[in-house]
């Protein structure tokens, strides 16, 4: 079956411009994770979604950064006024609706700030 | 001590050999572990759940240590298609989606 589909695949901007990043979950899951990675570095927890249950903002490292969920499926990550520091893999991942179920990764959208 | 640690290594180790990772965990009421792979400039993919009686996948075997705290991959007859890096994860408590990565292992398989 379909995986976790993320979009754009690469994503090239200037310093200062918004993004919108999109995550299509594997169909039926619940719970949507968010996290971001550097380059050598490991995985950094941004937002997950679980339901109609409010969002785990926890971990969204500046208020520049938001995301929804809508219709409890397709996600989409933005970064307002993106700074070079932006620049990162962006990682989707979905799982059932089961607590302590595997996480099913998208490829990730590699975001590059100008 | 921090949730999960993983030693970053790397692991340089030739073809056939035997080499195991461990990955310790701070808080005692983790439920779940899991260990995934991440090959180079790709997402993470699951690799193997950890029960706490031990379980194999052919030549990879995972194991709990719940008195100490850690979870261990033994990777036996290494090839050089398992040289990625390798990630524990660990679920905080029963009937939870907050989970927590470890930073991984690096292993590279020598020819």
């Known amino acids: 079956g379909a995986g976790v589909s993320q979009s754009p695949s690469n994503k090239v901007t200037e310093k200062g411009k918004d993004v919108e990043l999109r995550c299509d979950p594997i169909?039926?899951?619940?719970?949507l994770y968010w996290y971001r990675q550097s380059l050598g570095q490991g995985l950094e927890f941004l937002i997950y979604?679980?339901?109609?249950?409010?969002?785990?903002k926890s971990g969204l490292p500046s208020d520049r950064f938001s995301a929804e969920r809508t219709g409890g499926s397709v996600s989409t990550l933005t970064i307002q006024r993106t700074q070079q520091e932006d620049s990162a893999v962006y990682l989707c991942?979905?799982?059932?609706?089961?607590?302590?179920?595997?996480?099913?990764f998208g490829n990730g959208t590699r975001l590059t700030v100008t | 001590r921090k949730e999960v640690e993983q030693d970053p290594g790397p692991f340089n180790v030739p073809e056939g050999a035997t080499v195991a990772f461990n990955c310790t965990y701070s808080?005692?009421?983790?439920?779940?572990f899991f260990w995934y792979r991440q090959d180079c400039r790709k997402e993470p993919k699951l690799l193997m759940s950890?029960?706490?009686s031990g379980n194999e996948d052919g030549r990879f075997t995972a194991q709990l240590n719940r008195a100490s705290q850690y979870i261990s991959l033994l990777i036996r007859d290494s090839k050089l298609s398992d040289s990625a890096t390798y990630l524990c994860?660990?679920?905080?408590?029963?009937?939870?989606?907050?989970?927590?990565f470890g930073k991984g292992t690096k292993l590279s398989v020598i020819p």
């Open positions: 991942a979905s799982s059932p609706d089961r607590a302590n179920s595997p996480l099913h």
């Open positions: 169909s039926g899951h619940t719970a």
């Open positions: 979604f679980q339901g109609n249950s409010a969002p785990d």
């Open positions: 808080n005692s009421a983790s439920q779940s």
């Open positions: 950890v029960y706490s």
């Open positions: 994860v660990v679920f905080t408590g029963a009937g939870s989606y907050q989970l927590t």
